[in-house]
């Protein structure tokens, strides 16, 4: 049960705030609360502002290392004939730049920004799970070190950053692996990124900040967020299957045994093409916030531009086969795909139109942000055009895979991507750094970026229209492509000496500590994350003040004062805990205080077992791989127990303002139950990506599954289908008799649900084993497998859930006020049984597969 | 399909001038600050009206291009194999013999020709630049292309799927001639090879079969029948070797054996570095001689 | 008991009151529409040859319906809109509120339309299973 909000009159004139004795007080207060721990402890850390900088520095670093192996390829291809790297290498070194730019830049560094500034823009002092940010950050360092690590021992992978098999499954050495289970890691710590930034868009914006007066940047967060959820898990889904083929033989992709090499192009490009997206929305969600400071004008359109994102997030999706334009696809699906391409320049281009119009509406400030932007928008709309062209079939037959594709995706990123968020650096560094960056140095770096990045990328669309496919380690003499490529050499090295020159700004800064702060919201901002005091406080937000309109800062001129006096919610700590306020996903209005878990090892040593589980079988160490999947194990579940579900000091609290808030909530009130929720979508999207390779087989063969294949008994799959029906129902009864205060009843029902799960788990393992189906022999009962594999290691989960609340149970945690644990279990049941049961009907009632007509 | 290009381009060319010329406009020429209901009408035409409509307009043009560039249906007469880093190209004669020759595709100027595509172990993509677009052969489907030459003369040829470490060294050439010239050299390529003539060409013809190179290659009317590497029947006609990496002469030929896991990383024949200069030069010439 | 639990959110979160979920109505639509001709589309050039000459009648129908449906799911929105069509959008009240999401759920609309009927030109000019 939840204890509902309560607010009492308030008067304005006896506000506890007027005394500056308690004020002094409360920030003393709040700064020992939110100090960082200091020395060695300091890796302990999990607030937003400095997980979120250690995030964008470790990705702003792997930006580097990848841009120099952009330079060295650059150097290979200066001439023809060149020996410089050998093709081995070559190839080494634009997989691992490609896939380093993707996965180790573009998508961490929306997560690091996002998580860096978001909740202060949204006023909330921190994110809703500042242990899950730690933890993502730490799977993202320990994977992006060990894959970036494979190239500096010659051992990385050799296929391009989209690992088409059956190249890649047969590439000799550890390379794939690296990539595999590197970079599944990394997604890994993407949808933890997802769950968190979705959730605080709408559960942690500050009292009244509505849903229409949120900063855009939080529209595009969340949008991104979502298209997380649906766009990785087909990867990770994918690279379940791959590594499978790879390790175990299952031919998934072997075209001998039933499987098909273009199941992983689908599986890859329903998730590359959205990401594309997800890298770009964010970044332009920067411009979003950045060009209204600049003109000192409200954003025109705001309603637009959600339109826009919202659209370009949902048409994102039905763009991945213009990657496969030349793999031999009906013109019929070739056309839906060229149409939806086209139609996505849509939204893009209402968005950049309410950019113009913005401009148009107030006066412009020369400032270098704006010209990174101006920068960009020249940049990416010549991308986008090209983009229209390769999305015209016949005309992209003759681009697919080369230098013109080439020269678009890197208009495309570095115009969407890149320059955006330099612009948002030099925007953000007097918020971020404690300093504006140089402005003489800013120009350079601007003018000489522009034009080295036009000079290495703007002839490439010709060295590929006259015949340079992408990828190639050398090319000959003698036939046109020796001055373009020299062309494009030089203009790398000048891009690369601009991107330096930011770095060494950026650097110097750091160790030097230059003068130029330039005080509190130099840029005469409008939104809520240049409250932030100088100079700089730990605490996120002095205050949660309540907002009334979408620039709060330009709109109510007294509202800086108010916010310095603690004139908003939580303006203390007395309880010495970290606090922020939830509020109501559409109006914003207070419903509950959370409390935030204060520094703590556990997220960094989950990360550093899950990396063991990881990195390990890559050198088929399986022993070590196991024993620290194990330590992983007990990490995350200590991190469960403490922190998670406590029992609050008292039920509610008083807020200030006259506001009084629970401080607990479960079921769907609690952010955890949230992100149970959102995590559990991101796992349904996979399995839903396994049950379409079993379909998209059943298309490819005339008959499916293949004659000869064994029938499996009806008694294993009716078994597993019956227990995991009573798993179902035990955990509901579990809940019903918690909630009735029968505590030996739940704990009954939790033992039932923890075996039933145990049950239909061995059960559904069982059926496939009994029948004899040999994942090797053939795609057919390799899916098989996978797919009762994957509802398998759910139940366990489930199991595991079951016991944990047992646990929780028996030492008292659990009560009929305080069942948090036990509504997420069951609300993990509530996906993991139609998993299940959708996985016996693909089994069993299939036509063909032993039980249908 | 250059005019496509051409159309695309100038279009795409229009508009970013149009959108930059937009947005310089209201950073820095602007007379006065607008009106709101000036910035909503900007983005009521230029960000809906008019791109919806271009939109439109360019699929409508572009989408009935495809189907009439596809093959049509109907067995290919051609068939190209991809291998691991070089072309296998079959050709099926109205009389039912089948001519394997490799790296040299002979098509019919002015005339439309489909060819079969596979691959027996990854993913290649055959693209021939000045022809037409690419098509990729992907082991487990057999994909079809549509080339219709319109000048004789010869064209390079290209794998454009990255395919393995000598991906870059994998081209061939497309060979446009006159159906008459095509048939005359189709009928001399069916015939068995020729002898070997010279002392010299005798010594290399016996040490091909003691080397064992019959294992992997195929010469008509010798004993060797292996399949996995190219047909070398005619291998002195063609006019290069190694996947269009070398010129095809006595010299290179005997370069190739010796060397050739140098000069193309990761194929399948080894270097037979072992052999002497004089053997070398003996199985070139009797290979150069098979014209 | 359990009823407490879905509290405050759970109002704002029903689709009748102009919630978020009205927001993604239109675009789910498109979003159906387009899986749906593109694997009827793949399943009849895949196994149906008997299924290929029809590909244009159905893929014409399914559009219509998704056209329908869009207009459908889009009225309460219009409805809100047309209540008061000068009402700001960023006023921080539950009006503006109210009044910001039928905007973006009827912009949304509009472009799902495009982008549905979009998707059935290829029925129209590039039918080929080849």
């Known amino acids: 049960m939840n204890p509902p909000p309560q607010t009492r009159s308030f008067d304005p004139a006896q506000d506890p705030q007027d005394d500056p004795a308690l004020r002094e007080a409360q920030e003393h207060r709040l700064r020992q609360v939110w100090a960082s721990p200091t020395g060695w402890r300091r890796l302990f850390e999990t607030n937003n502002s400095t997980i979120g900088l250690w995030y964008t520095a470790t990705a702003f670093s792997f930006f580097l290392f990848a841009g120099v192996l952009a330079l060295l390829m650059r150097v290979q291809l200066a001439q023809p004939g060149a020996s410089f790297l050998s093709p081995g290498v070559y190839n080494q070194a634009l997989t691992v730049h490609g896939s380093a730019m993707m996965f180790l830049f573009a998508v961490p560094m929306f997560e690091a920004i996002a998580m860096l500034l978001m909740p202060q823009m949204i006023g909330a002092r921190d994110l809703p799970f500042p242990r899950l940010s730690a933890f993502g950050f730490w799977c993202f360092l320990f994977g992006g070190v060990f894959f970036w690590g494979s190239i500096l021992f010659n051992a990385a992978p050799q296929s391009g950053w989209f690992m088409y098999p059956p190249m890649a499954t047969r590439e000799a050495g550890i390379g794939a692996d690296v990539w595999l289970l590197g970079l599944s890691f990394i997604e890994v710590a993407s949808i933890a990124a997802a769950v968190e930034l979705i959730v605080g868009v709408l559960k942690c914006r500050a009292p009244g900040m509505r849903i229409n007066v949120m900063p855009l940047y939080g529209w595009y967060v969340l949008v991104v967020g979502v298209m997380i959820l649906f766009a990785f898990p087909p990867l990770i889904a994918g690279d379940i299957l791959f590594e499978l083929n790879r390790a175990m033989g299952w031919p998934f992709f072997d075209a001998a045994k039933g499987g098909d090499p273009l199941l992983w192009q689908h599986l890859f490009w329903i998730f590359g093409h959205p990401e594309v997206y997800i890298v770009f929305l964010p970044s332009i969600a920067l411009a979003a916030m950045i060009v209204p400071t600049i003109v000192r004008t409200p954003i025109f359109g705001y309603s637009w531009i959600v339109l826009a994102a919202v659209g370009t997030g949902f048409l994102s999706f039905g763009l991945w086969v213009h990657h496969m334009f030349t793999t031999g696809l009906p013109s019929i699906s070739i056309g839906f795909f060229s149409a939806a391409s086209q139609a996505v320049a849509l939204p893009t281009g209402v968005q950049l139109f309410c950019f113009i119009a913005t401009l148009m509406l107030g006066r412009v400030r020369r400032s270098l942000p704006m010209l990174w932007i101006i920068g960009a928008f020249a940049i990416f709309v010549l991308g986008g055009l090209t983009g229209m062209m390769v999305a015209v079939a016949p005309f992209d037959w003759v681009a697919h895979d080369t230098y013109f594709v080439v020269a678009h995706l890197h208009y495309v990123l570095i115009g969407g991507m890149l320059f955006p968020i330099i612009a948002g650096i030099y925007y953000y560094a007097p918020l971020v750094l404690g300093r504006t960056l140089s402005e003489r140095a800013g120009r350079w770096a601007f003018w000489l970026g522009l034009v080295g990045f036009n000079v290495t990328f703007f002839p490439m669309h010709f060295t590929g229209l006259s015949g340079m496919p992408r990828r190639v380690a050398t090319y000959p003499a003698g036939i046109g492509l020796e001055t373009l490529n020299l062309i494009s050499t030089i203009g790398a090295f000048i891009f690369a000496f601009a991107i330096g020159i930011i770095a060494a700004d950026i650097l110097l800064g750091l160790f030097r500590k230059r003068t130029g702060d330039a005080g509190r919201n130099p840029w005469g901002a409008g939104t809520l994350e240049w409250l932030a005091e100088r100079p700089m406080q730990p605490w996120g937000m002095r205050c949660a003040p309540e907002v009334s309109s979408r620039y709060p800062l330009w709109d109510d001129p007294d509202f800086v004062r108010r916010y310095d006096e603690g004139r908003g919610l939580l303006p203390d700590a007395r309880e010495g805990r970290r606090e922020t306020v939830l509020t109501t996903v559409l109006d914003a209005r207070p419903i509950q205080i959370q409390r935030l878990p204060a520094p703590s090892p556990l997220p960094m040593l989950s990360a550093i077992g899950l990396a063991g589980l990881f990195i390990f079988p890559t050198f088929h160490w399986t022993i070590p791989a196991m024993i620290s999947g194990a330590f992983a194990a007990v990490f995350v579940l200590a991190w469960l127990w403490t922190g998670t579900n406590d029992i609050p000091e008292a039920p509610t609290k008083d807020a200030g303002r006259g506001i009084t808030l629970p401080l607990h909530a479960s079921g769907p009130s609690s952010i955890g139950w949230w992100a149970v929720f959102i995590t559990m979508t991101g796992s349904s999207t996979a399995f839903a990506s396994l049950v379409f390779a079993y379909f998209y087989y059943w298309t490819i063969h005339p008959v499916w599954p293949p004659a000869g294949t064994p029938v499996m008994s009806a008694f294993w799959p009716g078994i597993a289908a019956a227990a995991a029906l009573a798993h179902w129902a035990s955990m509901f009864a579990a809940r019903r008799a918690t909630d009735r205060s029968r505590p030996g009843l739940a704990r009954l029902a939790m033992v039932v649900g923890a075996a039933t799960a145990l049950l239909s788990a061995s059960a559904l393992m069982l059926g496939p084993w009994s029948a004899g189906l040999d994942p090797k022999s053939h795609a057919y009962p390799a899916t098989i497998w996978v797919l009762a594999g994957w509802s398998a290691a759910h139940l366990l989960l489930g199991m595991v859930a079951a016991l944990y609340c047992l646990a929780r149970s028996l030492v008292g945690r659990i009560s009929a006020e305080f069942d948090g644990d036990l509504w997420n279990a069951t609300l993990f049941a509530h996906f993991t049984v139609p998993t299940v049961l959708v996985t016996l009907a693909v089994m069993r009632l299939f036509p063909g597969s032993g039980g249908g007509p | 399909m250059a005019a496509l290009f051409w159309v695309l381009g100038a279009a795409g060319a229009i508009i970013w001038t149009v959108m930059m010329a937009l947005l310089l406009y209201a950073l820095y020429f602007k007379p006065r600050i607008h009106a709101e209901r000036t910035a909503s009408l900007l983005v009521w035409i230029g960000g809906l009206a008019i791109p919806a409509t271009g939109i439109v307009v360019l699929v409508i043009y572009t989408l009935p291009m495809m189907p009439s560039l596809r093959a049509q249906a109907g067995q290919p007469t051609i068939e190209v194999v991809g291998e691991l880093y070089w072309w296998r190209v079959r050709y099926r004669l109205s009389d039912g013999r089948v001519v394997e020759t490799a790296n040299e595709l002979h098509l019919p100027v002015g005339q439309r020709t489909d060819l079969a595509l596979t691959s027996p172990d990854v993913i290649h993509s055959l693209w021939i630049p000045a022809l037409a677009g690419k098509m990729d052969m992907i082991p487990g489907r057999t994909n079809r292309i549509a080339l219709e030459p319109e000048r004789e003369g010869r064209y390079g040829g290209i794998c454009a799927e990255l395919c393995g470490e000598s991906h870059s060294f994998m081209r061939f050439e497309a060979v446009v001639q006159s159906p008459d010239a095509l048939a005359r050299w189709l009928g001399a390529q069916a015939a068995d090879a020729n002898p070997p003539a010279t002392p010299e060409e005798k010594r290399g013809a016996a040490l091909f079969h003691e080397t064992g190179c019959g294992a992997c290659h195929t010469i008509r009317g010798t004993q060797a029948e292996g399949r996995s590497g190219p047909d070398l029947t005619h291998v002195g006609s063609r006019e290069r070797i190694a996947g269009g990496l070398l010129p095809n002469n006595q010299g290179t030929l005997a370069g190739w054996i010796a060397a050739s896991q140098d000069l193309k990383p990761g194929n399948k024949m080894p270097s037979f570095a072992v052999l002497p200069g004089d053997d070398l030069r003996a199985l070139a010439a009797y290979l150069a001689a098979l014209k | ?130």
């Open chain 3, 1 to 130: 008991m359990s009823r407490d639990k879905t509290s405050a959110d759970g109002a704002e979160l029903r689709p009748d009151e102009g919630s978020l979920f009205g927001l993604i109505l239109a675009p789910t639509t498109w979003a159906l529409h387009f899986l749906a001709v593109y694997g009827l589309a793949a399943v009849a050039c895949a196994r149906g040859t008997k299924l290929q000459p029809a590909i244009p009648i159905w893929i014409g129908g399914l559009t219509c319906v998704a056209l329908l449906a869009i207009i459908l799911v889009s009225l309460p929105a219009w409805r809100e809109f047309q209540r008061e069509r000068n009402r700001r959008t960023d006023k921080a009240d539950p009006e503006g509120r109210a009044h910001f999401l039928a905007h973006a759920a009827l912009l949304l609309a509009g472009l799902s339309l495009f982008a549905t009927a979009l998707q059935a030109l290829p029925a129209l000019f590039a039918v080929s299973c080849r």
